[in-house]
Each structure stands twice: as C-alpha cells, then as structure tokens.
C-alpha cells in the first residue's frame, strides 16, 4: 500500500492511505473537450484536495461519479504522483496552512520509519 507521512511545525505526524481516508466530496466540471474531477477527502487532521484533468478528448460522465469509481481513481493517483505538493492541498483543521511542511523529497515506502 502506499503511504505518505506529513509533518506539521506543531510536531504532529499525519499519515495519509488510500484505506484512511473518506471521501467527503467530490465533483466534475469539463472544458476544452476533457474533464475535471476534484475529490475531497475527509481525515482526522484536514481535508486533502485531488484536482485532475483528464487526458485531451476524455470526459467523465457524472453517472460514474460512485464512491467505488473514486476509489478506484485515486488509488490510482497514489501510485502515479503520491502525494506531491502539485496534486494535494492539506487543509488542516487544528493547524493553519502556514505551519505545513513539504514532504521531504526522500520518501519511506516500506512503512518503517
């Protein structure tokens, strides 16, 4: 499974799964002949923010948006990008955004520390 550890100033670890999360939100909206899918995820820290075009010429039709087609999608983010700064905004519900720190670009994949 891939994993992410994100460290805020505060000292506090958030580890973030693709098991660990839940999706609170999630929409579509299409231009320019593709689509855009944002999905929400809900965890105990914050909200984190999946924002993706589809490849030129692929839509998404609203019908699929079911919470087994998220998963399988975002399961699929994980393991392309991670959790890059590019593709994840954490919105910390105890921290401000300000006290986010980068993961560091050395990542642990085996879930020892």
Known sequence: MDWSTRVLRSGKRLVITPNAVLVHRLSISSGGGRSKLKIVYRTLAGELFFSRWTPLGMRIPRRLLTPL????????????????????????????????????PSRNLTGNS
């Open 69 to 104: 087609f998220v998963a399988f999608y975002s399961t699929f983010l994980y393991l392309e990008e991670g959790p890059s700064i590019a593709n994840v905004y954490l919105r910390a519900w105890r921290t401000k955004l300000k006290d986010y720190v980068p993961w560091p």
